[in-house]
């Protein structure tokens, strides 16, 4: 079973995009998702993330107020909508999954099942 993030593109600084994570079994019942980012040569950037149980999500400073995630239960994906994109939102997204405890936040968590990425790409 594997996270596949997808909807990556490029758009003009402003723009917006939709992000997607297929994750089939990871469900709210038991799993924290998590939305990554990483540039060639820097760290990975956790980005924002949606807790079990309550879907309570969280977001690092420099996305907060333009990116949102949710999650779809049924479907069992997990979206990211960015808005007002800024060339320095470009970057591989990454989804990750966690199992967590009920309703603890889940930005502490060491992630540890992975999906291939998809580019953002935020350019005039």
């Known amino acids: 079973v594997q996270l596949q993030a997808s909807g990556g593109g490029l758009v003009q600084p402003g723009g917006s995009l939709r992000l997607s994570c297929a994750a089939p079994?990871?469900?709210?019942?038991?799993?924290?998702i998590g939305w990554f980012r990483q540039v060639p040569g820097k760290e990975r950037e956790w980005v924002s993330c949606i807790n079990r149980g309550d879907d309570k999500t969280y977001y690092t400073d420099s996305v907060k107020g333009r990116f949102a995630m949710s999650r779809e239960n049924a479907k069992n994906t997990v979206s990211l909508q960015m808005n007002g994109l800024k060339p320095e939102d470009t970057a591989v997204y990454y989804c990750a999954a966690v199992i967590a405890r009920y309703r603890r936040p889940c930005a502490g968590y060491e992630y540890n099942y992975w999906g291939q990425g998809t580019q953002v790409t935020v350019s005039s």
């Open positions: 079994g990871f469900t709210r019942d038991y799993y924290a």
